[in-house]
DNA sequence: CCCTGATTCGC
DNA sequence: GCGAATCAGG
């Protein structure tokens, strides 16, 4: 795949939302790697951005006034504006109850009442899964969603788990690491998977993050 | 280890 | 122009 001009503005935008070099590969997908990202980045001029391995270039060789670059602001050049780095929340992991969640070293699986084995995730299909949202999904990012989990930011490795509603304008999705093999997080697991009672038993509707009465 | 962006350089 | 390889810091 080439980069189209669709995939530049993405790119752009992107970029420019803070987002980073992996995450605007998986989400123009298509095999883009992350280095094809950056490359393509400072190709386009668009650069700059807060690198973990460049931060700053200090200029003070003072003794050599032949070569001395311009001096910048003859008056106050003591402070230059901070950069406008809008520091990502991008794991706002909820400090919640702090949910055990035992990983899984044994394969997580419930046992139900009668003493079954339930199947567990990866066997088939988790037993409650959030519906993604049909439409509204925005063409082009928008810098509102920049910062927040939005469906570009998708991929394999971060939790899907949607926050909010579709069409609010706060929607986004949780976004903190998977647990792996699973489509969500830890935390979020706890909630998706959870051992089904009978039906006679079960009065309360399943907690369907979409869909259902307001959670949270 | 994982992650990040920057740079190089052969294609 | 492109991006894998490599580098280097967190």
């Given at each position: 795949m080439s980069w189209t001009d669709e995939r530049i503005e993405t790119l752009k935008t992107m970029w420019e939302a803070g987002q980073t070099a992996s995450q605007i590969a998986e989400a123009l997908?298509?095999?883009?790697s992350r280095n094809a990202v950056i490359g393509k980045a400072h190709r386009l001029g668009l650069q700059a951005r807060p690198s973990p391995v460049k931060p700053n270039e200090v200029?003070?060789?003072?003794?050599a006034p032949a070569a001395a670059p311009a001096p910048v602001a003859?008056?106050?050049?003591?402070a230059p504006p901070p950069p406008p780095?809008?520091?990502?929340?991008?794991?706002?992991?909820?400090?919640?109850?702090?949910?055990?969640?035992?990983?899984?070293q044994p394969i997580l699986r419930s046992v139900g009442p009668g003493g079954f084995l339930r199947q567990a995730?990866?066997?088939?299909?988790?037993?409650?899964a959030p519906a993604p949202p049909r439409?509204?999904?925005?063409a082009k990012p928008s810098p509102?969603?920049?910062g927040k989990t939005s469906l570009?930011?998708?991929?394999?490795?971060?939790?899907?788990?949607?926050?909010?509603?579709?069409?609010?304008?706060?929607f986004h999705f949780c976004?903190?690491?998977?647990?792996?093999?699973?489509?969500?997080c830890v935390e979020h697991c706890g909630h998706a998977y959870q051992a089904q009672l009978p039906r006679r038993d079960r009065r309360p509707p399943p907690p369907l993050p979409f869909g259902g009465p307001r959670v949270r």
């Amino acid at each position: 795949m080439s980069w189209t001009d669709e995939r530049i503005e993405t790119l752009k935008t992107m970029w420019e939302a803070g987002q980073t070099a992996s995450q605007i590969a998986e989400a123009l997908g298509d095999g883009v790697s992350r280095n094809a990202v950056i490359g393509k980045a400072h190709r386009l001029g668009l650069q700059a951005r807060p690198s973990p391995v460049k931060p700053n270039e200090v200029e003070v060789p003072a003794a050599a006034p032949a070569a001395a670059p311009a001096p910048v602001a003859p008056v106050t050049a003591a402070a230059p504006p901070p950069p406008p780095v809008v520091s990502e929340p991008r794991a706002a992991a909820e400090p919640a109850v702090a949910a055990p969640a035992p990983a899984q070293q044994p394969i997580l699986r419930s046992v139900g009442p009668g003493g079954f084995l339930r199947q567990a995730p990866g066997e088939q299909q988790p037993p409650i899964a959030p519906a993604p949202p049909r439409r509204l999904v925005p063409a082009k990012p928008s810098p509102e969603i920049a910062g927040k989990t939005s469906l570009l930011d998708l991929n394999d490795r971060i939790c899907k788990w949607p926050i909010g509603h579709p069409g609010e304008p706060d929607f986004h999705f949780c976004g903190d690491k998977v647990n792996p093999g699973f489509p969500y997080c830890v935390e979020h697991c706890g909630h998706a998977y959870q051992a089904q009672l009978p039906r006679r038993d079960r009065r309360p509707p399943p907690p369907l993050p979409f869909g259902g009465p307001r959670v949270r």
